[in-house]
């Protein structure tokens, strides 16, 4: 015999075990027992991810912002300062060329 | 298959996708040989034939409503049990299994000789997953490599190929084994 007719001849269709399609039947009705979370319920859960990642992103935003005031008050203090030292620095040069005429 | 006989298929069809459990049943009857053979074929292994059969049929409970005609549903059922038996390899391992644990065939197929065929049907559950499915559906389900490459979703050349190479390993191993 070929090795197709072999093949033809181990692979045939066997019959299911016994009982099968009631086993089938059974996982489906407790399948359809199961309770299953309403539409509603998703669109709750759906609405309250949301406003976690919404109100997160805020907060966020929020801190960014916060921070860059804080360093723009920073650096506006700093070009005081220095404004103020270059100030200083002028008037006692010309205090020292006021002395040396 | 006559005309009335697909009729009362696609009405057998329609009851079961209206909510009807004996005409469910009745396509569960109708087609749980094929399924289960696919699966036990592959798997070697009865338990989990049974096992993946099941998940099939409950997986078509699911999308009754996407089966348009009795033709549609025995490629749809066809398609799912070779994907799932698969995916199930892949996600699991093979699962090597001793011939007592196979368990025996509910009726024993009328072969010439069912010794030979049995070691047979161990050396094809040893072959890839791939070169395996298309042994199982080339010669159990009688299908041509073009509608097995529609059902796994690979080229025509490909299925060949496999089945080219599944060929030349089972040779290998029967003329090594006689």
């Not at chain 2, 289960?36 to 074929?41: G, Q």
Request: with cysteine; glycine share 6%.
């Amino acid at each position: 015999m070929s090795l197709e007719t072999d093949l033809k001849d181990a692979l045939r269709r066997v019959p299911a075990p016994e009982g099968f399609a009631n086993r089938v039947l059974e996982r489906v009705r407790s399948e359809e027992r199961r309770p299953t979370r309403s539409p509603w319920w998703r669109a709750i859960a759906a609405t309250v991810l949301l406003a976690a990642i919404l109100g997160g992103w805020g907060a966020h935003e929020m801190i960014e912002r916060r921070q860059e005031r804080k360093g723009q008050r920073a650096r506006e203090q700093v070009l005081l300062a220095l404004r103020i030292t270059g100030e200083k620095v002028a008037h006692a040069q010309r205090g020292v060329r006021h002395i040396t005429r | 298959m006559s005309a009335l006989l697909v009729e009362e298929g696609d009405d057998v069809l329609r009851r079961a996708q209206g909510g009807d459990g004996d005409a469910f049943a009745a396509l569960v009857g109708d087609h749980e040989s094929m399924v289960f053979s696919i699966a036990w074929h592959f798997f070697g292994d009865r338990n989990r034939g049974e096992e993946i059969a099941q998940d099939v049929f409950l997986q078509l409970y699911r999308n009754l409503a996407k089966i348009e005609t009795r033709a549609h549903l025995v490629f749809w059922l066809r398609q799912v049990t070779s994907r799932r038996c698969i995916d199930e390899v892949r996600r699991t391992g093979p699962r090597r299994i001793s011939i007592d644990d196979a368990g025996d065939l509910p009726v024993a197929p009328a072969v010439s000789d069912p010794l030979a065929a049995r070691r047979l049907r161990e050396m094809i559950a040893a072959l890839p997953e791939r070169q395996r499915i298309i042994v199982t559906l080339r010669y159990q389900e009688d299908l041509d490599p073009s509608d097995i490459g529609r059902m796994i979703g690979l080229p025509v050349n490909t299925i060949k190929s496999h089945l080219h190479r599944a060929l030349l390993a089972l040779r290998k191993k029967m003329g090594v084994e006689s």
